[in-house]
């Protein structure tokens, strides 16, 4: 019934074939999980200070321009180099750029809020190699 063997006589060069050629795949797919390069760092902003006072993380309507200090960390509590940091909503916008310390200083003019009561700002922070940080309820806006 099985007496043809033709089918058998390559097999075991075959399977050893076929093993070398799945265990050369799964070592690659090894180095290019375990490369940590590629993925992206996580980071955090803080607000550090308004016009030089630490205590005050709010703002008020029509009360000039106000100095925001923002530091940006990485992971590893070092700063983020170049990141680009944006305060938005309540429509209105302002923006700056982290330094060499990571601390970024950004002018918001109160007189542009629209608001009734109270709001939030919105901050973003951007940077090449990291992961986008996004804080909804940064800054808060009130009307006195």
Same mark, same amino acid.
């Given at each position: 019934?099985?007496?043809?063997?033709?089918?058998?006589?390559?097999?075991?060069?075959?399977?050893? +074939?076929?093993?070398?050629?799945?265990?050369?795949?799964?070592?690659?797919?090894? /180095?290019?999980?375990?490369?940590?390069?590629?993925?992206?760092?996580?980071?955090?902003?803080?607000?550090?200070?308004?016009?030089?006072?630490?205590?005050?993380? &709010?703002?008020?309507?029509?009360?000039?321009?106000?100095?925001?200090?923002?530091? +940006? /960390?990485? /992971?590893?509590?070092?700063? +983020? &180099?170049?990141?680009?940091? &944006?305060?938005?909503?309540?429509?209105?916008?302002?923006?700056?750029?982290?330094?060499?310390?990571?601390?970024?200083?950004?002018?918001?003019?109160?007189?542009?809020?629209?608001?009734?009561?109270?709001?939030?700002?919105?901050?973003?922070?951007?940077?090449?190699?990291?992961?986008?940080?996004?804080?909804?309820?940064?800054?808060?806006?009130?009307?006195?």
């Amino acid at each position: 019934m099985f007496r043809d063997e033709t089918a058998t006589v390559g097999l075991p060069m075959r399977m050893v +074939v076929l093993t070398i050629v799945g265990m050369a795949g799964l070592a690659a797919m090894i /180095i290019f999980i375990g490369d940590m390069s590629l993925v992206p760092k996580t980071m955090h902003a803080d607000i550090t200070g308004i016009d030089n006072s630490t205590t005050s993380s &709010v703002l008020h309507v029509n009360n000039g321009t106000k100095n925001v200090t923002i530091r +940006v /960390i990485d /992971i590893d509590g070092g700063p +983020v &180099v170049g990141a680009t940091v &944006v305060f938005y909503g309540l429509h209105t916008s302002a923006s700056g750029m982290t330094d060499s310390n990571g601390n970024a200083l950004v002018n918001i003019n109160t007189s542009s809020f629209i608001v009734s009561g109270e709001g939030y700002l919105k901050l973003s922070a951007k940077a090449s190699g990291f992961v986008d940080y996004q804080n909804d309820f940064a800054l808060k806006v009130v009307d006195s």
